[in-house]
C-alpha cells in the first residue's frame, strides 16, 4: 500500500500563510487559526504542504488501509478557504449550526468559506468545537 503523502511536517505555518497570495484570505485564515488552536489547545502545524492541521487521531479502515490526520485544520486556496471538519457533515448533529452560519458550502468533510465577512464567526466556533469534541470522542487519546 502507498504511503500517504500529507504527513505532519516542520515546515513553519506562519511562513506558509505569509506566501498566501489574497491577503484577505490569508487573514481569514490567520483568524480560523486562532480559533482552531484556541478550542484543541494544541499548535498548528504543517500537514504536507497546504494543509495546516491540529491534533492528530489514528484511524483504520476495514480495508486495512490506516494514517495519520488532523483533528481539524485549514487550508487557504485560491478560490477559499477549505476547513476540515473531520466528523463530516453526513449525519452530523450540525446542520442547524451550517443553517445559521452564513454563505458557504459543503463537501463531504470541507466547509469551504469565501470570506469571514460572509458568516457568523461565533457559529463557526461552535461548529469547530462540536467537530473537535466529537473527533476526541471518537478517538480517545493514547499518549500523544
Not at 505555518?13 to 491577503?23: C, K, R, S, T
Not at 504536507?48 to 483533528?71: K, N, Q
Not at 457559529?123 to 470522542?137: C, D, N
Request: glycine letters at 8%; hydrophobic letters at 35%; aromatic letters at 8%.
Amino acid at each position: 500500500m502507498a504511503a500517504l503523502k500529507t504527513r505532519p511536517t516542520d515546515a513553519s505555518v506562519y511562513a506558509f500563510l505569509d506566501g498566501v497570495d489574497n491577503p484577505n484570505r490569508r487573514e481569514d485564515a490567520r483568524r480560523v487559526i486562532e480559533i482552531m488552536q484556541r478550542t484543541t489547545q494544541e499548535q498548528p502545524r504543517m500537514w504536507g504542504d497546504r494543509i495546516v492541521g491540529f491534533g492528530s487521531y489514528h484511524y483504520r479502515y476495514a480495508s486495512g488501509r490506516e494514517g495519520d490526520w488532523p483533528l481539524i485544520g485549514l487550508s487557504p486556496g485560491k478560490r477559499n478557504l477549505a476547513l476540515y471538519i473531520m466528523p463530516g457533515f453526513d449525519n452530523c448533529q450540525c446542520q442547524a449550526l451550517l443553517a445559521r452560519l452564513g454563505k458557504h458550502r459543503t463537501g463531504r468533510s470541507c466547509l469551504y468559506v469565501n470570506r469571514l465577512r460572509d458568516i457568523d464567526i461565533s457559529v463557526l466556533e461552535e461548529l469547530v468545537r462540536q467537530s473537535v469534541a466529537e473527533m476526541r470522542r471518537r478517538y480517545p487519546r493514547t499518549g500523544d
